[in-house]
Structures are given as structure tokens and as C-alpha cells.
Nanobody, 115 residues
Framework: QVHLVESGGGLVQPGGSLRLSCAAS????????MGWYRQAPGKERERVSTIVTGGATTYADSVKGRFTISRDNAKNTVDLQMNNLKPEDTAVYYC?????????WGQGTQVTVSS
């Protein structure tokens, strides 16, 4: 069983930055995908960004040019650098890992963008 632990959420003003981090509790070998989803109140969970073992990335259109995902394969960690944050980025952000047919989720970290 893999446990994912997130950190780095909080309250920030519009235009500000935050960095989210996620670490897996165990060493994971082979290829797998890591990423971030978010869920705002009253909305469905949506994919924000993903990164595969080889480094290829995807981004939701709403965050392109503002968010950057990165990972450390040796440490099984994934980070999300969020710049120029907007009120519509307010949500609970979840770390995600998929290896084969298995999906793992973190407990979520709140990001609030407000003046």
C-alpha cells in the first residue's frame, strides 16, 4: 500500500505563489504517473497536471503557463509550483499516483486564493 502525503497549501493573495509537495511513503520502482487533481466546492474533481517517469507533462488549459510540475524519481516525490494564482484556483488539491491498474490518492491540501 502506498500512502501519499501532501504539504504546502495555504492562503495566498491573487497573483501570489505557492508550492505543493507530495511524497510517497514507500519506494516505488518502475514506471508510474504522478500528478495533481483539485476539487472546488460544488464542483467535480479535475486533473490539474501530470508527469510520467520519463518527464513528459500535461497541464489543464486553465493552469498552463502558471503552474509547473516536477518530480524526483529517486525520492518518489512530486511538486507543483503555482504562480500568478487566481481566486478560481481555490480548491482542495490532491496528490495522485498511478502504477499499473492501481490508483493512490493523498488526503488533500487546501489552497485558498483571496484578498
Amino acid at each position: 500500500q502506498v500512502h501519499l502525503v501532501e504539504s504546502g497549501g495555504g492562503l495566498v493573495q491573487p497573483g501570489g505563489s505557492l508550492r505543493l509537495s507530495c511524497a510517497a511513503s514507500t519506494i516505488i520502482y518502475g514506471t508510474y504517473i504522478m500528478g495533481w487533481y483539485r476539487q472546488a466546492p460544488g464542483k467535480e474533481r479535475e486533473r490539474v497536471s501530470t508527469i510520467v517517469t520519463g518527464g513528459a507533462t500535461t497541464y489543464a488549459d486553465s493552469v498552463k503557463g502558471r503552474f509547473t510540475i516536477s518530480r524526483d524519481n529517486a525520492k518518489n516525490t512530486v511538486d507543483l509550483q503555482m504562480n500568478n494564482l487566481k481566486p478560481e484556483d481555490t480548491a482542495v488539491y490532491y496528490c495522485w499516483l498511478m502504477k499499473g491498474p492501481q490508483n493512490y490518492w493523498g488526503q488533500g491540501t487546501q489552497v485558498t486564493v483571496s484578498s
